[in-house]
């Protein structure tokens, strides 16, 4: 079992809808989660992070995590064509030192 | 957030050559991480880079084909050894500073001939 797992994609929208991107853990004691957005040829760039079960919600993007099903997901909502990219879903595994785990990532296409 | 400078941003080397990236953070940060990117994968760990001390290696790498070095709180090398084409990746650098997630430089887009 990988320590973090995603739907590699691709997720096709429409323009306008929701998208939502799933991610579950294998750690149960993990203890923060983050979400990562890669443009093609780009670096990650970190858009979400949530430590506590429930939802975060920032502009359009909300964080939710589910402790005891060992899931995290990211919602988009009015998805653009600008929000095509790959997320990446990332975790901080107890004892981890800081140090991430990543999943493989999810492609993400918005369609005009 | 601190800005984190990396150099070289891409290179093309000859197989059994060295490189040598270098990653500057213009604040201290506690701590500095190397990734690497194989082409159409995600991101792995390779080492946490210690200030002053020897890095710590994730599970796969090891220190002679990818030296690390940390003179200070803002400053980072990884060198990627006697390489050959499957080291033909995006390195990033990452910094951590306190409480703050982790974020990332530009990377260094890596070919090897």
């Known amino acids: 079992q990988k320590e973090v797992e995603q739907n590699s994609g691709p997720l096709s929208v429409p323009e306008g809808a929701i998208a939502s991107l799933n991610c579950t853990y294998s750690d149960r004691g993990s203890q923060s989660f983050f979400w990562y957005r890669q443009y093609s040829g780009k670096s990650p760039e970190l858009i979400m992070f949530?430590?506590?079960?429930g939802d975060k919600e920032d502009g359009r993007f909300t964080a939710q995590l589910n402790k005891a099903s060992q899931y995290v997901s990211l919602l988009i909502r009015d998805s653009q064509p600008s929000d095509s990219a790959t997320y990446l879903c990332?975790?901080?595994?107890?004892?981890?030192?800081?140090?991430?785990?990543f999943g493989t990532g999810t492609r993400l296409l918005v369609s005009p | 957030s601190a800005v984190i400078s990396q150099k070289p941003s891409r290179d093309i080397c000859q197989r059994g050559t060295s490189l040598t990236i270098q990653c500057q953070v213009d604040s201290q940060v506690t701590m500095m991480f190397w990734y690497r990117q194989q082409p159409g994968q995600s991101l792995t760990l390779i080492a946490t880079?210690?200030?002053?001390?020897?890095?710590?290696?994730e599970s796969g790498f090891v220190i002679d084909k990818f030296p690390i070095s940390r003179p200070n709180l803002t400053f980072s090398t990884l060198t990627v050894s006697n390489m050959s084409p499957e080291d033909s990746s995006i390195y990033l650098c990452?910094?951590?500073?306190?409480?703050?997630?982790?974020?990332f430089g530009d990377g260094t887009r890596l070919s090897i001939l």
């Open positions: 880079a210690n200030q002053g001390s020897e890095a710590t290696y």
């Open positions: 990332a975790v901080n595994m107890r004892g981890g030192f800081q140090k991430l785990v």
């Open positions: 990452s910094v951590k500073d306190g409480d703050q997630p982790q974020h």
């Open positions: 949530i430590y506590s079960n």
